[in-house]
């Protein structure tokens, strides 16, 4: 099974400022037949469901604020908040979708300082 | 745009079983993988199991195998979530989710509001 390491737990980021998530794969999420990365990136406010903001290690889905983008290959990947606004405090989690057993990240809360 | 409605929270005693639905509206249940993920207090996010409705067959995570039956049925457009063996360990909020393709390998576009389950005695 590929397990998802998430850092930090927790960041606590000033509005306007950046926000950085770092999350890694047991092993390498990349199908070399099609050259992608099987990495989701999902925000989850409390009292709601998980929403999807990334597919593919860095390909928006539509109506996501481009603040928000995906990069990395291969077993290390990042998501980025530029310009961190209010309503960007959540928690944020990374899946691999490389296999089955799907598997997350633990999860990074974003707060504002 | 296809809604996924889930069946309301439920109070369970230890031992015993659960079965959480979740209706589609806007779309058919069958036209995209159905998975299932739990949230614990305290804890992140946890894939259960998913299902192509038009092959059939669950793929299940190996901690809930045994335990574990997703099933859809296309007369009532739902799909359900039934786990035995219920301990505390297992309260939790309960999501259905939508694959945008065929495969449970995929993200989740769209997703149930949740269930809350809770095991006590």
């Known amino acids: 099974d590929i397990v998802m390491t998430q850092s930090p737990d927790s960041l606590a980021v000033s509005l306007g400022e950046t926000a950085t998530i770092n999350c890694k794969s047991s092993?390498?999420?990349?199908?070399?037949?099609?050259?992608?990365?099987?990495i989701n990136w999902y925000q989850q406010k409390p009292g709601q469901p998980p929403r999807l903001l990334i597919s593919w290690a860095s390909t928006r889905e539509s109506g996501v604020p481009d603040r928000f983008s995906g990069s990395g290959s291969g077993t290390d990947f990042t998501l980025t908040i530029s310009s961190l606004q209010a309503e960007d405090v959540a928690v944020y989690y990374c899946?691999?979708?490389?296999?089955?057993?799907?598997?997350f990240g633990g999860g990074t809360k974003v707060e504002i300082k | 745009q296809v809604q996924l409605v889930q069946s309301g929270a439920e109070m369970k005693k230890p031992g015993s079983s659960v079965k959480v639905s979740c209706k589609a509206s806007?779309?058919?249940?069958?036209?995209?993988?159905i998975s299932w993920v739990r949230r614990a207090p305290g804890q992140g996010l946890d894939w259960m199991g998913g299902v192509v409705p038009i092959y059939g067959t669950p793929n299940y995570a190996p901690k809930f195998r045994g335990r574990l039956t997703i099933t859809t049925d296309e007369s009532t457009n739902s799909a359900f979530m039934e786990l035995s063996s219920l301990t505390s360990e297992d309260t939790a909020v309960y999501y259905c989710?939508?694959?945008?393709?065929?495969?449970?390998?995929?993200?989740?576009?769209?997703w149930g509001q949740g269930t809350l389950v809770t095991v006590s005695s």
């Open positions: 806007g779309g058919s249940i069958s036209s995209n993988a």
């Open positions: 989710a939508r694959g945008r393709q065929l495969v449970v390998e995929d993200a989740c576009d769209v």
């Open positions: 092993q390498s999420v990349l199908y070399r037949s099609n050259n992608k990365n099987y």
């Open positions: 899946q691999q979708y490389y296999n089955t057993p799907l598997s």
